[in-house]
């Protein structure tokens, strides 16, 4: 039988009615014109780890609402809350705007990874509205099926060697660290925010072919279960592409590349690389076109 670890908010029903009736640390935003989109797809935000960009994320979630959003895994970091506690008010703030969407009405799933993987046990529950499942099949405005997975499945180091996992995400988590320090300096120097692991893993080749490597095989997964394609989480590389025939969708992440993928209510697929969209908000629309055109 499977045990339960303390989490790091109570479940309970009582409790989330609670806690959505209550006012977060950061204020949500009033935005005149939020955008809208049928679905949104986010993952691997890593809540309870210093890597999270919350702030990133909340003012991403004060500016968006769509009629569905996905939490496609690794919401919650399990991995690093049981070597050592670490949560924010702003991390708070995140579970707050999410649960607010659910009240409002907006359908939200949640797709548990192999960090939240404690979350998989309540499989086909719902929490404060929000829904919990192993895997989903989506079906976009234009009629496509899409099937809508965290990815650890089919990562062999995950599934084989879990103590290797363990050690590549404390490593992981060391570049995370630096990437931190990294980017408060580009604060303190008035420059936009940068990824130094993103940039590192589309230099090495390694990291280049596994990545690669994983979108075939989710793909040609997909293929066989005769849906049109897949979006998953877990890389941290967002990406749009077709696969022999299936395409393939990657919504990233909320740690490095601040990334998400969104449908239009055509069907069109988007991603959104929101410091890009916070960097053009904050120069301005004359600043981007002179940007640009340097």
Known sequence: MATITRLPFDTSVAHIADFTASDPSIPEKTVTQRRQYRTIWISDIHLG?????????????????????????DIIDGWQLKKKFYWPAAHNDIVWRILKRAKRGARVIYIPGNHDEIFRQFSGLSFGGVEIKRQAIHQTADGRRLLVLHGDEFDAITLS?????????????????????CNKYRRWRGLPYWSLSKHAKQKVKNAVEFISGFEEIVAKEAGARGVDGVIAGHIHTAEMRTIEGVEYYNDGDWVEGCTALVEHYDGRMEILHWADEIAARDLGPERVEEREAA
């Open 161 to 181: 060697h879990r103590w290797l996992a363990h050690v590549g995400d404390a490593a992981y988590t060391a570049v995370m660290a630096l990437n931190r320090w």
């Open 49 to 73: 780890t210093r890597g999270c960009n919350a702030e990133m994320l909340i003012d991403f979630l004060d500016h968006v609402d769509s009629d569905t959003i996905y939490l496609v895994g």
